[in-house]
């Protein structure tokens, strides 16, 4: 499930995942670099175009509890990211069943 996505009232992609939660690509975290495909390097090679061996993105955050998922949008809060606002509410919810 997702509780925010990327787009123009949102900063933050947070999705509920098998172990917890996860903020791709979280704008709290370090730049990391990866390789790049090789399926997207052949189709430059088709192209005639040089590409990066490698690229840069920011890394994803992990969460086990929906308190620490709220507790990271809130931090994202602190810095003036938006997130969708139903976020919020869903994951208070969470918190709340969590605490049953
Ligand atoms: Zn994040």
């Known amino acids: 499930m997702s509780y925010s996505r ?12 098998e172990d917890g939660f996860e903020c ?6 370090e730049m990391e670099t990866y390789p790049t495909a090789d399926f ?6 088709d192209r005639g175009e040089e590409i990066p061996y490698t690229f840069q993105m920011r890394g994803s955050a992990y969460m086990k509890t929906a ?8 931090t994202h809060n602190y810095h003036g990211h938006r997130f969708n ?5 869903r994951l208070r919810g969470d918190v709340r069943r969590e605490n049953e």
Do not use: F, N
């Open 85 to 89: 606002a139903y976020a919020l509410e």
């Open 24 to 29: 791709l690509g979280c704008p709290l975290m």
């Open 67 to 74: 308190k620490e998922a709220l507790q990271h949008l809130q």
């Open 40 to 45: 997207v390097k052949g189709l430059s090679r």
């Open 6 to 17: 990327k787009g123009k009232d949102s900063d933050i992609y947070l999705i509920g995942t």
